[in-house]
């Protein structure tokens, strides 16, 4: 269902939320419903979802009001066909306190925090399933990419099964890794580690705790103003910069303003982003279809900027309308993808 990030049955690292997340994006189930109901037509769940996905929170861009406005409907109904997939058992509730624990730090973590963790679905293996697999009994979903949102349930592997890595041909159970062996990869048990545990990254621990770099065992991320290595190993919502006047070590600190270093759009105070040519803070000019763009400071309203000599924010092609996957110059508006053809919406998808 959900930018970069977290509507999984197992671990998942930081690096996810730097795309775009939306309830899409974690589920790999691509594709959006109605273009223009009323608020009164969605659960407080997926409206919930809908402003998680365009407020700026764990990775999201923070949309101009206006856009927030125009798309949050079409995240809503997508919210509510995914929770409507057959095989699928996250129910609203479920999606709606895990949407809390994200806002509250839990994007912060290095493994998906518990609420986020949601129960197999129950198709069987081999079932046609909306790519990432929340209809799933194994949990994963998989196919070529021509067939992209579509694919097929994959297995599941026991402990100390032969496993895939790529996760391409099957998953280990839930509770358990795809790790390394002398003879290939096998699915061992998955044990994270609490306050004081052990550890060499933080994605040995718990939830909600990082991996200490002096200590090397698992304990709370610190506040403000601690030492840090990890960009992302500080409590919610701090981040760890080095200081903007001096350059000193990195501390602990709450996002910034206007020229504050940064590293992604989460180290400055919403609305501002990050530029990745100066690696400051700063304001963000958004464009619609057809204007200039830098894919840096200046974005496009929909769609990724062309890196072209001279780009311009691609068109924006209406659902049901004729589309060429990969076309730089052209793009299906927020939450639909190019299928078959076409712009398509959830409700037009069927894998079968």
Same mark, same amino acid.
């Given at each position: ?27 790999? *189930?691509?594709?959006? =419903? ?29 949309? #101009?009001?206006? $856009?927030?406005?125009? !798309?949050?409907?079409? @995240?809503?109904?997508?919210? $509510? ?21 994200? $806002?509250?730090?839990?994007? @912060? ?29 194994? =949990?994963?979903?998989? =196919? ?26 099957? &998953?280990? &159970? ?19 580690? #609490? ?17 200490? #770099? ?12 601690? +030492? ?29 303003? #206007?020229?504050? +270093?940064?590293?992604?759009? $989460? ?15 700063? *304001? !963000?000019? @958004?464009?619609?279809?057809?204007? +200039? ?24 092609? +209406?659902?049901?309308? &004729? ?30």
């Amino acid at each position: 269902m959900m930018a970069d990030s977290r509507l999984t049955r197992g671990p998942m690292h930081r690096t996810f939320l730097f795309m775009r997340l939306a309830f899409c994006a974690a589920t790999g *189930v691509l594709a959006c =419903g109605s273009t223009a109901p009323s608020a009164g037509a969605f659960s407080p769940a997926c409206l919930h979802y809908a402003g998680y996905t365009t407020g700026g929170q764990c990775g999201n861009p923070a949309l #101009p009001k206006a $856009e927030v406005a125009r !798309v949050t409907p079409r @995240w809503a109904q997508h919210c $509510e066909d995914v929770l409507a997939l057959p095989g699928s058992t996250i129910t609203a509730d479920a999606l709606d306190k895990c949407l809390t624990v994200l $806002e509250a730090g839990g994007c @912060w973590a290095a493994n998906t925090p518990d609420a986020c963790v949601f129960p197999s679905g129950t198709l069987t293996v081999g079932a046609a399933c909306n790519e990432r697999g929340v209809q799933c009994q194994s =949990g994963a979903c998989s =196919g070529p990419l021509a067939q992209q949102p579509c694919g097929a349930c994959l297995p599941s592997v026991s402990i100390g099964g032969a496993c895939d890595q790529q996760q391409a041909t099957n &998953v280990c &159970v839930a509770g358990s890794s795809c790790n390394a062996t002398a003879t290939g990869a096998a699915c061992a048990t998955l044990t994270l580690g #609490p306050v004081g545990a052990a550890c060499s990254q933080s994605s040995d621990c718990v939830s909600g705790l990082i991996c200490n #770099p002096t200590t090397l065992m698992c304990a709370a991320p610190p506040g403000a103003g601690a +030492p840090c290595v990890d960009p992302f190993g500080c409590a919610y919502p701090l981040v760890c910069n080095v200081n903007p006047t001096t350059g000193s070590s990195a501390t602990c600190q709450p996002p910034g303003g #206007p020229g504050t +270093p940064c590293l992604t759009d $989460e180290f400055c105070t919403r609305p501002l982003g990050c530029s990745m040519t100066d690696m400051t803070c700063g *304001v !963000v000019s @958004w464009q619609a279809a057809g204007q +200039p763009c830098d894919g840096d400071m200046i974005r496009c309203l929909v769609g990724a900027c062309p890196t072209t000599s001279a780009p311009v924010c691609p068109t924006v092609v +209406p659902d049901g309308g &004729v589309c060429t996957a990969g076309d730089d110059a052209q793009t299906c508006d927020a939450g639909s993808v190019c299928f078959a053809g076409k712009c398509a919406l959830g409700s037009s998808v069927a894998c079968q």
